[in-house]
C-alpha cells in the first residue's frame, strides 16, 4: 500500500489561520467600499432635496410688482364691464324714454286726426269738388303720412275679431248676420306706436 502524506498540525493551522486573514480582509475592503458607495448617495440625496426645496421656494415666493399688475388688471377688466352695463342701460332708458315722449305728443294730435275726420264725414256731395275741401283732405291725407313714417298706424277694428289687447268695447248686439265677438262698427279709431298700443279702438261687437 502507497503510504499516505501525513501534514504537521503546525503547518495545518498556520494556513487555516492565513486563509482566515485573507477573507477578514477582503470582507472589510468590501464593507468599506459599499459605505463609501452608500454615502456618496446620501449626499446626492440631500443635495438633490436642497435644491428641490430651493426651487419650491422661488415658485412660492410671488413677486410684489406680479401681484400689483394682477390687482390692477383685475380693477380695469371690472371697470370695464361696468361701463359697459351702464352703457347697456343709459342707451336702453333713453329709448325708453323717447317712444314714452312719442307716446305722448301722438296722443296730442290724435284729436286733430279726429276732427279732420269728423269735418270731411260732414261735407256734403255737392261740397267734396270744391278747392277747399279738397285741400282739407291733401292735408289730412299729408297728416297721416308723416305720422305712418314715424311709425303711428291705425288698429283695424270693423270686421275683425274682437281683442281686448288693442279693442275696447263699448256696445254689444246680437245680430245673426255677423259671426261671433265680431266688430261691426267703430266709434273712435284706435292708434298705434310701433308695439305699443297709444290709444284703443272704440268699438261695437256682436254676439
Partial sequence: MA???VKNPDETMEEAVETAGETMEAQTETNAEES????????????????????????????K???????????????????ENFRKR????KAMMFEIGAKSIVEKILPVIDNF???????SDAEKESAFVQGIEKIHKQLLSE???AGVTPIEAVGQEFNADFHNAVMHIDDENFGENMVVEEFQKGYMYKD?????SMVKVAN
Fill in 3 to 5: 503510504e499516505q502524506e
Fill in 36 to 63: 463609501t458607495d452608500s454615502g456618496e448617495t446620501k449626499e446626492a440625496d440631500a443635495s438633490e432635496t436642497k435644491e428641490g426645496k430651493g426651487i419650491f421656494k422661488k415658485k412660492e415666493k410671488k413677486d
Fill in 65 to 83: 410688482k406680479d401681484e400689483q399688475i394682477a390687482e390692477l388688471n383685475d380693477k380695469v377688466l371690472r371697470q370695464m364691464a361696468e361701463f
Fill in 90 to 93: 343709459t342707451e336702453k332708458e
Fill in 117 to 123: 275726420e269728423r269735418g270731411l264725414a260732414s261735407v
Fill in 147 to 149: 305720422l305712418a313714417e
Fill in 196 to 200: 305699443s298700443v297709444v290709444r284703443h
